[in-house]
């Protein structure tokens, strides 16, 4: 029997309708899922967005502030998709009312931040889920039980890379994700967290790591309005661009393999070039997000000039069959989500955690934390 789960979104930019669609989704591609999320509440500061929000997806009640929602009965579970600097608040506010929470990454500013969360949603005895959705997709699934079968022999090493221009363009406005104080660790935060998860996912714990840092784009201008998304800005006061755009990293392994993880936002010609290189004593995986369908693979006992095959995924990798009937057919990034969002559902249903937790958090937070401190040391240093 199907019971219902009173949900809630709090934060209405994209990533909040992200959200909202994949709770909308999740009974057509997971229909015996026993438990279906009901949208009874939607908040956003901004007036009129949660309004909107509640009349485009049919939320019960819209609100702006989003203590309402965590004092409202009818909501079981919440999405948190707030910008960085509130996360921590929101977070454990909604984990201490007994919802469940499943909060967008990298849950917070520092690693005691997305501490204070897991410790919140801990002791609340509630499940917390975490934004990492790129481990979602079937391709990776497969390239990790590959690696974990032996199918590419010991891992030597792997290139994480995550390059984008969102903001690349020197008229974006300087919104909260450039501020040190609400936006963390910029780059680092927005994009390498994935690339942190990526790597722990499918290769284990970093024992060590080197990083550098840098700010390309200096100074942008204040937007005069509420913005969503990376909105651009022009005329107003210029202000300084406090945190990150740009990361590399060097990673050693607890196994011995080592790594390169690279991550820009200001990255001209780049658009979601998302993507991994993992090689082994007798082969490689090789995976680029804009494909995602697709794996690169190259196994066998040749090991100079061994050919590169492509690997097309389709039902029985990963969640791929809640989506397409036969290989080849193209998935998206908010499929993605929608698997995010039957894990989390699957964990509440079940009492069990699925798919990336609050530990998953701390851990990609404790190796952020790590590469500033490396930056600002220029030495090697571990993680904690």
Same mark, same amino acid.
């Given at each position: ?38 949208? !009874? $509440?939607? &908040?956003?500061?901004?007036? #009129? ?7 485009? @997806?049919?939320? =019960?009640? /819209? *609100? ?52 204070? !969360? $897991?410790? &919140?949603?801990?002791?609340? #005895? ?7 959705? @790129?481990?979602? =997709?079937? /391709? *990776? ?72 840092? =840098?700010?390309? *784009? ?167």
């Amino acid at each position: 029997m199907v019971s219902t789960l009173g949900v809630a979104v709090v934060g209405f930019g994209w990533m909040g309708r992200v959200h909202t669609q994949a709770y909308i989704r999740l009974p057509h591609h997971f229909p015996r899922l026993s438990v279906r999320p009901e949208l !009874v $509440a939607v &908040a956003d500061e901004v007036p #009129g967005r949660a309004e909107e929000a509640a009349e485009r @997806y049919g939320f =019960a009640t /819209a *609100v702006r502030d989003w203590r309402e929602v965590a004092a409202d009965p009818r909501v079981q579970a919440v999405s948190i998709a707030a910008p960085n600097f509130l996360h921590r608040e929101i977070g454990v506010a909604m984990a201490r009312a007994g919802k469940h929470i499943w909060i967008e990454k990298p849950v917070g500013l520092t690693a005691d931040d997305a501490r204070e !969360v $897991a410790g &919140a949603v801990a002791e609340a #005895g509630v499940q917390g889920a975490v934004g990492f959705n @790129y481990r979602n =997709a079937p /391709a *990776v699934q497969t390239a990790r039980a590959m690696i974990a079968a032996g199918e590419i022999g010991a891992v030597t090493h792997a290139r994480i890379r995550l390059f984008s221009d969102y903001a690349a363009h020197p008229e974006g406005a300087l919104t909260w994700r450039y501020e040190r104080a609400r936006g963390g660790s910029g780059v680092l935060g927005d994009l390498a967290s994935h690339g942190v998860d990526l790597a722990r996912f499918l290769l284990g714990e970093i024992d060590t790591l080197t990083a550098d840092t =840098a700010v390309f *784009v200096p100074e942008r201008a204040r937007p005069t309005g509420a913005t969503a998304g990376h909105t651009r800005a022009t005329g107003g006061e210029l202000g300084p661009v406090e945190n990150e755009d740009y990361v590399s990293c060097l990673l050693r392994f607890a196994s011995g393999a080592r790594g390169v993880l690279e991550a820009c936002r200001v990255s001209v010609g780049e658009q979601n070039t998302y993507g991994f290189e993992i090689h082994g004593t007798k082969g490689a995986v090789f995976w680029d997000f804009r494909r995602m369908g697709e794996l690169g693979v190259s196994r066998g006992s040749a090991y100079q000039d061994q050919p590169v095959s492509t690997v097309y995924i389709g039902p029985g990798h990963g969640e791929y069959a809640a989506f397409q009937p036969g290989s080849a057919n193209s998935m998206g990034y908010d499929d993605l989500k929608v698997i995010e969002a039957y894990h989390f559902m699957r964990s509440i249903a079940e009492g069990t955690a699925h798919g990336a937790t609050l530990d998953d958090a701390v851990h990609s937070a404790t190796v952020l934390d790590a590469m500033t401190r490396s930056a600002d040391l220029g030495t090697w240093v571990s993680p904690g």
